[in-house]
C-alpha cells in the first residue's frame, strides 16, 4: 500500500461541476506535487508545493486550483473542466533535496462529461 | 528536443533474460535521476535512483549514470513476466522555483514465458 493516499478513486463530473481531489501524507515530506498523466503518456507536472507555498505552476489553466492547507494535505479544486481533462490525477510527495525520490500516490481516475 | 527521452518499445525479452533500457536527458543541470515501473491503470512505483557516474545495484535491477554523455541506464538481470510493464526513466534538477522531475514518455516491456 502507498503512503500516500488520495480520494476519490474514481470522480465523474459534469462541465458546471465543482469537486475536489484530496491527497494525503504522513512522511513528513515537505515537498508535495500534482501530476496529470493521460492515457499511454507520461505523468505531466502541474503544481510543486514546498514547506506549504507554491513553487512550481506549470502554466496550468485556472479552472485547476491547488491548495495545501497544511505539510501532510494538498487540494486540487476542479471547476468547469473540460472533456480534455480526463486524465488520471496523481498526488506524490518527497523529502526536501535534489535527490530524493517522490513517492506517489494510486491517483484519482478523473472523467469529464 | 525533448527533455527525456526513451525509446517507446515495446522492449520483448525471453523470460530469464536481461532487459536493457536506455534514457538520454538534454539538461547538463539535472542532477539526480530515477526509474519508475507504471502497471497499466496504476501510480508509478520507484524502482532505483542514481546521482553519482557509474553502477548502482538493487537486487536484479542496476542503474547506470554517464553524465558526461548525458544517458541512463536500467538493466533488469532474470526477467519475469511480472516485470512486464512500462518503465519510466525521470530526471530532477534545481529550478530557481524548486525542485523539478521530468518524465521520459516510457519504454513498455513484455517479458515472454
Known amino acids: 500500500d502507498t503512503e500516500v493516499t488520495q480520494t476519490p478513486k474514481h470522480l465523474v463530473m459534469g462541465m458546471t461541476n465543482k469537486k475536489s481531489l484530496k491527497c494525503e501524507q504522513h512522511?513528513?515530506?515537505?515537498?508535495m506535487y500534482w501530476y496529470k498523466q493521460k492515457a499511454k503518456k507520461p505523468p505531466e507536472l502541474m503544481f510543486v508545493?514546498?514547506?506549504?507555498?507554491?513553487?512550481i505552476n506549470e502554466s496550468v489553466p485556472s479552472r485547476f486550483s491547488p491548495e495545501c492547507p497544511n505539510s501532510s494535505l494538498l487540494n486540487l479544486h476542479l471547476h468547469a473542466l473540460q472533456p480534455e481533462d480526463s486524465a488520471l490525477y496523481l498526488c506524490?510527495?518527497?523529502?526536501?533535496?535534489?535527490?530524493?525520490?517522490?513517492?506517489f500516490g494510486n491517483g484519482t481516475r478523473l472523467t469529464v462529461t | 528536443q525533448k527533455e527525456v527521452e526513451q525509446n517507446s518499445g515495446p522492449l520483448s525479452v525471453p523470460e530469464g533474460a536481461i532487459a536493457s533500457l536506455n534514457c538520454t536527458y538534454s539538461?547538463?543541470?539535472?542532477?539526480?535521476f530515477f526509474w519508475y515501473r507504471q502497471y497499466s491503470g496504476k501510480s508509478p512505483e520507484l524502482i532505483m535512483f542514481?546521482?553519482?557516474?557509474g553502477d548502482k545495484e538493487d537486487g536484479r535491477f542496476t542503474a547506470q549514470l554517464n553524465k558526461a554523455s548525458q544517458y541512463v541506464s536500467l538493466l533488469i538481470r532474470d526477467s519475469q513476466p511480472s516485470d512486464s510493464a512500462t518503465y519510466l526513466c525521470?530526471?530532477?534538477?534545481?529550478?530557481?522555483?524548486?525542485?523539478?522531475?521530468?518524465f521520459g514518455g516510457g519504454t513498455r516491456v513484455l517479458v515472454k514465458p
Open positions: 539538461d547538463r543541470g539535472s542532477q539526480s
Open positions: 525521470a530526471v530532477r534538477k534545481i529550478k530557481a522555483a524548486g525542485n523539478k522531475l521530468t
Open positions: 512522511m513528513g515530506h515537505r515537498a
Open positions: 508545493y514546498s514547506y506549504e507555498k507554491l513553487s
Open positions: 542514481i546521482y553519482s557516474n
Open positions: 506524490a510527495s518527497s523529502p526536501e533535496g535534489v535527490g530524493s525520490p517522490l513517492h
